[in-house]
């Protein structure tokens, strides 16, 4: 489905019975909505579960120039108004983490709880320009020039090895990326500073981090849980950045398990 909010084109998906408390998923850079595939039937059978593809991402519109963590949060809020939706579980992995620390910090009265799963807070000088190199090479030759070393932060070589099919997915998830959208939300990353603010934020909220997770390690989560006074920390074993898809089964347990403490 496609909705017009905060002047684009968005596509959303809604899952689950009607009257069941609403999950809202935001998932990573240079993905869309079906990254949260493996999580659906977990979720669906006790909540009203909505995906959304981020600015420039999927089948949302991809508009030109350098975007914002809240430009990207007035987009979820904007999507929640049409929606007629006043509060949600919010659930990010990676950017859709930081969005929701982004949104929490601006309104916090619109989340019942957040889960901030292989993201992290801040992005530190010397590590901007790893974002600017990434930006360059997407503008320059594709989006299939970012898959294997993409591929190789979120997965195991082990899982890439035992479980093609699912990597394979993933692979064609970040070749379908437009350019537009990858770059414009990899500058909204790039300056990603938020560590200092996250003390004022007293959701109940949950971090989920892969053991291994090279890009944003279990010491991001600990700064973050550190900040969050309502917080806990699960670390998956034998998973790195992608672990709700690595990982699937212990992902959904740790999550189901908050949720449930939640209440409806």
């Avoid at 000088?125 to 970012?146: C, K, Q």
Wanted: aromatic share 6%; charged share 20%; proline share 4%.
């Amino acid at each position: 489905m496609q909705l017009t909010a905060n002047g684009i084109s968005i596509h959303y998906q809604i899952e689950g019975p009607e009257d069941a408390p609403v999950v809202l998923l935001s998932h990573s850079l240079a993905a869309n909505t079906t990254m949260w595939d493996l999580q659906m039937p977990a979720l669906t059978s006790h909540y009203r579960v909505i995906r959304y593809d981020t600015r420039g991402h999927g089948d949302t519109e991809a508009p030109d120039g350098e975007y914002t963590l809240d430009l990207l949060a007035n987009d979820l809020f904007s999507l929640l108004d049409a929606l007629e939706l006043n509060q949600v579980h919010y659930i990010g992995l990676s950017m859709g983490g930081m969005i929701g620390q982004a949104a929490a910090l601006h309104d916090a009265s619109r989340f019942l709880s957040l889960s901030l799963c292989d993201t992290s807070s801040r992005i530190p000088p010397e590590g901007r320009s790893a974002w600017n190199d990434r930006i360059t090479l997407a503008r320059r030759d594709g989006m299939e020039a970012l898959v294997p070393s993409t591929i190789d932060r979120w997965f195991s070589a082990s899982f890439q090895a035992q479980r093609a099919d699912e990597v394979d997915k993933v692979r064609q998830m970040i070749r379908s990326t437009a350019v537009n959208g990858f770059c414009g939300c990899a500058a909204a990353i790039r300056d990603l500073d938020l560590t200092d603010r996250l003390s004022t934020i007293g959701l109940p909220t949950l971090l989920i981090v892969g053991e291994d997770d090279p890009g944003t390690p279990v010491s991001a989560h600990e700064v973050i849980r550190d900040c969050i006074e309502n917080s806990e920390l699960v670390v998956i074993p034998d998973a790195l950045h992608f672990s709700n898809v690595e990982q699937a089964n212990l992902f959904n347990t740790a999550l189901g398990g908050f949720l449930k403490r939640q209440g409806d």
